[in-house]
């Protein structure tokens, strides 16, 4: 999506978001102006392949997520997704807070979200990237950790 069609409360929100990460000192996280697609930022992880997170602001529905999507073929889908399912309560503790679970005709979807709406206000920007930096981080270091171990 081009500079010019991503509303501009979107772009100021996501330069804000690379700022803050180019900041931190050790962050698994970054920022690649061509993964900005309006409202989410898609970062493609060291996870198997097909498996990448997607970082999502949506102002319509007043929410902010954090999202593991596994795109893939189904058979691998049904077993990387029950893997992680085996572990969902451990993954879950390790996460702070309940997950969504979800299997889709293209793609699993494990998503942490709360409520957080960008167009409002930006008083609340501080507290909205700081949620979705640190939670982030936890996903690539809880999935990564549960991924990496991950054997066909």
Same mark, same amino acid.
């Given at each position: ?62 929410? @902010? *997520?954090?999202?593991?999507? #596994?795109?893939?073929? !189904?058979?691998?889908? &049904? /077993?990387?997704?029950?893997? =992680?399912? %085996? ?24 998503? @942490? *979200?709360?409520?957080?709406? #960008?167009?409002?206000? !930006?008083?609340?920007? &501080? /507290?909205?990237?700081?949620? =979705?930096? %640190? ?18």
């Amino acid at each position: 999506m081009s500079d010019s069609d991503t509303p501009k409360v979107y772009r100021d929100f996501w330069r804000e978001f690379e700022k803050r990460v180019s900041q931190r000192e050790e962050t698994p996280l970054y920022f690649d102006s061509e993964e900005v697609h309006g409202n989410f930022l898609s970062q493609k992880r060291n996870l198997p392949d097909g498996s990448n997170y997607t970082f999502s602001s949506d102002t319509n529905r007043g929410y @902010l *997520q954090v999202k593991l999507h #596994i795109w893939s073929s !189904r058979d691998d889908r &049904d /077993e990387i997704f029950g893997h =992680l399912r %085996e572990h969902r309560n451990v993954i879950e503790a390790e996460i702070g807070e309940p997950l969504s679970w979800s299997r889709n005709e293209d793609y699993d979807a494990i998503v @942490l *979200q709360r409520e957080g709406d #960008i167009s409002t206000t !930006r008083e609340e920007w &501080d /507290e909205y990237l700081t949620w =979705l930096i %640190e939670q982030g981080e936890r996903f690539d270091e809880v999935f990564g950790a549960y991924l990496s171990e991950f054997k066909k």
